[in-house]
């Protein structure tokens, strides 16, 4: 049953959206100008600010490093802030002489806020969504809901003091499950920014709303034999020591080629690591994964020391991570699962190809779709390796937690970092501005579709072909007595204009061509002529005879054309139509024609050859 906070967060979410929703619509008619006039100033202000506020996510969540959180402030105020300053996101965004592309926004951004990278991800959706022209609310961690506010308060100070409407940006003060429910069901929110655990995520999905779900990433990474191991050793401590490792791309496996093994763990210990004792991983597995499997929270975002003391053991104060060797994933390896903690699994490989398949395993044990890692310096290895894997970003001798989100890498700076279907997201992009936009085009005819269809060469005389530009019949067959056979003949333009002019001339006189009744038994073939009359006494007079002299036998000749209209016609009047290899019939006409049994095929001498 909702208590009286419940009741409050769900009524908090309703207020916002609709003001939101209010406010946007007044927004949606500024100017690109004043759009990035307004994101400008946030931007400003959220960097002026990145130390304070990645102080307060510390002191309030216990999680990572301040000094870390305030770089991850840095980067979502100011790299993403670069990298889309001149994106054009107002009227028509790109055109050319076949194509104009128009933006507009979706409306109103709800946007989930974890308590891992709580004022970074708030400062990274605010600014998007504004940036594509939206409204925003924000759906704050409860156990961040502080640190939260505070930067949704600086960034909406900012927006408004540079010209933004009130209630563009909106933060639930009083955060629960039922009232983000309400933020992403309400009918005026747009769609949904989701960063979260996996509940969240399919909540978000199952509200019925275009929705941006991002999933967990259990990255496991391959170090392979050509890699510059004391650069690859360097690089997986950087990112998974990185505020704690509470970034969803921080390593969380190390894959090792079995030729390097000795190598590696070497340069591990000269650069801070410590390996795990059987027992010392015992305690650990009981402190990092709860009896229902879920990874315990106590333990996100700390330092070594804490959580070896946690699990009862101790560490040099000088230790970096801690390193428990693995030979298996899955329930019954709880450690090989994502950790959010400087805490690292070690396998090896004998070959990069079976590594190739462990890292594929560790990915589909709670990490599909999201990112891994190799260290080579074998291009058509790494090529092969990418091949085979289910992962949207495939990290390349750079640590995963800042390649994945475009600090080292070319890939679009994001906070937000989409697993596609294979972690059941809707994109495996790194999200933007772009993705909370609705693209119009206008698109020019380049390829025109009225033209005549191509006609079968091999059924279609040179003649047929004249009929067909000179009365612009779409599409024709010609009729046929031996279905093997194949008009050969070449006319030139005299004898085609010639055929023609003769074709329409033999339409007008149609009427009076000589006819026979039309056969009206099914069963009686069409060629079978009926039994000649019983032999009479000839009558020898000179009015006979004179009709003899006067009408000899004539034989019928072939029409040029047949269209619909004369096999209704013959059909009334119970003629036939005489056609032959040369007689163009329409589609129309040759399916009633045949049914109704009106057409007799006259042989051509030309095209008899059997």
Not at 62 to 86: C, Q, T
Not at 90 to 119: F, K, M, Q, Y
Not at 200 to 216: E, I, M, Q
Not at 266 to 275: N, P
Request: one cysteine or more; glycine letters at 6%.
């Amino acid at each position: 049953m909702p208590t009286d906070k419940d009741l409050i967060s769900v009524q908090q979410a309703r207020d916002l959206v609709t003001a939101a929703h209010e406010a946007q619509k007044v927004f949606a008619t500024f100017s690109q100008e004043k759009v990035d006039a307004i994101v400008a100033a946030m931007a400003a202000a959220a960097l002026a600010e990145k130390d304070r506020l990645g102080k307060l996510a510390h002191e309030e969540t216990g999680y990572g490093i301040p000094a870390d959180k305030a770089e991850k402030n840095r980067f979502a105020a100011e790299d993403v802030h670069n990298f889309f300053r001149n994106l054009k996101t107002v009227g028509v965004i790109n055109e050319t002489d076949t194509l104009i592309e128009i933006a507009d926004p979706r409306g109103v951004v709800a946007a989930i806020i974890p308590s891992t990278n709580p004022t970074s991800t708030a400062i990274f959706k605010i600014l998007i969504s504004l940036k594509s022209r939206n409204g925003v609310v924000l759906s704050p961690h409860p156990s961040a809901n502080q640190c939260i506010n505070e930067t949704t308060r600086v960034m909406r100070a900012a927006a408004e003091a540079a010209g933004a409407p009130s209630g563009l940006i909106g933060c639930m003060s009083v955060p629960t499950l039922q009232g983000t429910e309400e933020l992403m069901k309400h009918k005026l929110t747009s769609v949904i920014l989701a960063t979260g655990g996996t509940g969240l995520v399919r909540a978000a999905y199952s509200s019925g709303k275009p929705a941006f779900g991002v999933g967990p990433g259990n990255v496991p990474v391959l170090i392979e034999a050509s890699a510059d191991i004391p650069k690859a050793v360097a690089d997986v401590i950087a990112g998974k020591t990185f505020d704690y490792g509470t970034i969803c791309a921080s390593e969380q496996a190390i894959v090792c080629e079995q030729a390097i093994d000795k190598r590696v763990r070497a340069e591990l210990l000269s650069q801070g690591a410590y390996f795990c004792s059987p027992q010392e991983k015992a305690l650990l597995e009981k402190i990092v994964v709860t009896p229902t499997r879920g990874l315990n929270p106590q333990i996100v975002g700390k330092a070594p020391q804490v959580i070896a003391e946690m699990a009862g053991f101790k560490i040099p104060a000088d230790v970096r991570l801690l390193i428990v060797e693995m030979d298996g994933v899955g329930r019954e390896h709880p450690l090989s699962m994502e950790k959010l903690s400087p805490i690292l699994a070690y396998y090896t490989a004998e070959n990069w190809q079976l590594g190739s398949e462990l890292c594929h395993q560790i990915l589909r044990y709670g990490g599909m779709g999201h990112t891994i890692g190799i260290h080579s310096q074998n291009r058509e290895i790494i090529r092969q390796f990418g091949l085979r894997q289910p992962a949207s970003r495939i990290i390349v001798n750079s640590p995963t937690t800042h390649g994945a989100i475009g600090f080292s890498t070319d890939l679009p700076p994001s906070m937000t970092l989409g697993c596609g279907s294979w972690g059941g997201n809707v994109t495996s992009d790194n999200v933007s501005p772009l993705h909370l936009m609705d693209i119009k085009r206008i698109a020019f005819e380049t390829r025109p579709v009225t033209r005549s269809r191509p006609l079968p060469i091999s059924t279609v005389s040179a003649v047929a072909r004249a009929a067909v530009a000179a009365t612009g019949v779409k599409e024709v067959k010609v009729a046929s007595a031996q279905k093997n056979h194949t008009e050969t003949e070449h006319l030139s333009e005299a004898e085609i204009s010639r055929l023609v002019e003769a074709f329409l001339a033999e339409r007008k006189a149609r009427r009076h061509q000589p006819v026979e009744p039309v056969h009206q038994t099914p069963a009686q073939p069409p060629q079978q002529q009926p039994p000649p009359p019983p032999a009479q006494p000839e009558v020898k007079t000179e009015q006979k005879t004179e009709q003899k002299q006067q009408a000899p036998e004539q034989k019928p000749e072939p029409v040029a054309f047949v269209c619909e209209e004369d096999v209704k016609r013959a059909i009334r009047d119970k003629q036939k139509i005489y056609v032959n290899a040369k007689t163009i019939i329409t589609p129309s006409a040759r399916e009633l024609g045949e049914a109704n049994r009106v057409f007799n095929i006259i042989a051509s001498p030309a095209l008899n050859r059997d």
